[in-house]
């Protein structure tokens, strides 16, 4: 991978240059949200600075680090069978080192060291930059740990070496943390309370990106419609801010409006939304600009009022509803994804009728649905019986992921006959004669080669579909080449 050691002005675009000379490798993995991945990104590009070229080769790693997630417990258990295969290759390597990095470090911090031997450090997601320091300590025989939560880092002064890219999509962090104290959430506690990005940075690194050739952005954040930078600083003190701060304040509405603006030619998504804090100044943005992608994924949790209240959710079933109403009628062929959680403790079969019946009204495209899962620290496990039976927790599971597959198949099927942009972004899995991309609704589009490449948008005609996939032919280049 890329070591980052000059920069230069190129129009508006920051160019960097690699340089050769790392004599360590490091082998990182990630689980988990995409924030993970790209804060993987950003721990790839301190370590270049400090030695490290990436491998895809655990073998010959010198350094190990798994980013982890900590929302459900499944996710902690895939990681600590990881750390099985790598304590296997350091019985080999027993120079190699291990690290813990992300939301499971965060949450278990000293616990870690003495459950899993193998690891030798433990860094939580504000401390990558103490990474050089940790190393030493553990070059030195002693293990070392870093979770200290920050009130102002959200390393926009990194610039990511792009992991495993394509070359056509890319993740930019703007916000980190969060300050909606869901029941059953753990990253309040592991990611901090929220701060924003200074918006030059991001400009910043996106026409960096479309120097590079990129062609679609993420916008990210664990609650990215919350977005504020007014100079600096926690988002919950903003009412201390002066006059002048408030005055010059840019929220995501305003953001997403810079950066498509800047770059007309290139795709913007942003993820994750929450209800209670997409205004909507945002929808009229997606509306506004062709490059903005019609799609927002709008988390709900539950169709159940009383569930929301029980879940800290700061929304009701009829302001979701209305939100969706105002979605629809700003911008009629937007995509909507969900994530739901079902078996949160006191769910009764109303509450759980309530979620299929809000399904029905929304029908949402595709969706992340999860049975509830108790995470030790939250307000959930602390005050809450987890008192749905599993076997209860799976069938309601099993109903609501049915009528979502349902409802995905029709929202499919709605594109056959039509005319599509896609942004092609790799070869198909299926076939090695045949492309794949999204198109704005974030439905993958797959379509014969001919005479076109990654990182072209091209006209597809919808012939056939799945209930994931839009299959057809492309028919010749949109207008945002």
Same mark, same amino acid.
């Given at each position: ?17 690699? @340089? ?27 370590? *270049? +600075? ?24 499944? *996710? ?25 990095? !992300? ?127 007014? !100079? ?26 810079? /950066?498509?603006?800047?770059?007309? @030619? ?17 929808? #009229? ?11 927002? #994924? ?35 062929? /937007? ?35 999860? $049975?509830?899962? +108790?995470?030790?620290?939250?307000? %959930? ?11 209860? @927790? ?7 992921? $049915?009528?979502?597959?349902? #409802?995905?198949? %029709?929202?499919?099927? $709605? ?14 899995? @299926? ?5 794949? !991309? ?26 056939? /579909? ?9 028919? !010749? ?5």
């Amino acid at each position: 991978m890329e070591k980052i050691i000059e920069e230069h002005k190129q129009g508006e675009s920051l160019v960097r240059l690699p @340089k050769s000379g790392n004599t360590k490798k490091l082998f990182i993995e990630s689980y988990g949200c995409q924030m993970n991945f790209s804060d993987s990104e950003i721990v790839a590009s301190i370590l *270049a +600075e400090n030695g490290y070229d990436t491998t895809q080769q655990l073998e010959e790693a010198d350094l190990v680090l798994v980013n982890t997630c900590s929302i459900r417990d499944k *996710a902690e258990q895939t990681v600590r069978k990881r750390l099985e295969t790598y304590n296997a290759i350091k019985k080999i390597n027993p120079s190699m080192k291990v690290g813990v990095l !992300g939301c499971m470090a965060e949450r278990l911090k000293s616990k870690f060291l003495e459950e899993e031997k193998i690891v030798d450090m433990v860094v939580g997601p504000d401390a990558y930059k103490d990474l050089p320091n940790l190393l030493k300590e553990v070059e030195e025989g002693r293990d070392a740990i870093n979770v200290i939560l920050s009130k102002d880092e959200t390393y926009g002064d990194v610039a990511p070496v792009r992991l495993n890219s394509n070359g056509v999509n890319a993740f930019v962090s703007i916000t980190r943390g969060c300050d909606n104290m869901c029941t059953f959430c753990v990253v309040p506690f592991t990611r901090g309370r929220e701060r924003s990005r200074e918006p030059q940075s991001i400009l910043e690194e996106i026409g960096d990106l479309w120097a590079r050739g990129f062609r679609e952005v993420t916008l990210l954040g664990q609650n990215v419609d919350s977005y504020l930078w007014y !100079g600096g600083g926690l988002k919950k003190d903003y009412d201390k801010a002066t006059e002048m701060q408030k005055a010059t304040a840019v929220d995501f509405a305003q953001l997403l409006d810079r /950066c498509a603006t800047a770059f007309p @030619k290139m795709r913007f998504r942003f993820s994750t939304s929450n209800p209670q804090d997409m205004h909507e100044e945002v929808l #009229h943005v997606i509306a506004k600009h062709p490059n903005v992608c019609n799609y927002i #994924h709008l988390p709900v949790q539950s169709g159940s009022t009383r569930i929301l209240k029980e879940m800290n959710r700061q929304h009701t079933r009829e302001d979701y509803m209305a939100l969706i109403d105002r979605i629809r009628a700003i911008i009629p062929d /937007c995509a909507i994804s969900q994530d739901m959680i079902t078996g949160f403790p006191t769910e009764t079969e109303d509450d759980h009728r309530d979620t299929l019946d809000l399904m029905e009204y929304v029908k949402y495209d595709y969706g992340y649905m999860f $049975a509830y899962s +108790e995470r030790p620290g939250t307000l %959930a496990a602390r005050k809450m019986t987890d008192d749905v039976p599993e076997d209860v @927790k799976l069938r309601r599971l099993r109903e609501i992921v $049915a009528l979502q597959q349902q #409802h995905s198949l %029709a929202r499919t099927q $709605a594109f056959v006959g039509q005319v599509v942009e896609v942004l092609i972004e790799k070869e198909s899995k @299926k076939s090695d004669q045949h492309w794949s !991309g999204r198109n704005s609704q974030n439905t993958v589009v797959v379509f014969p080669k001919e005479q076109y490449k990654p990182g072209d948008f091209v006209l597809v005609r919808v012939d056939s /579909c799945t209930s994931a996939t839009l299959i057809g032919e492309a028919i !010749g280049y949109s207008n945002m080449n």
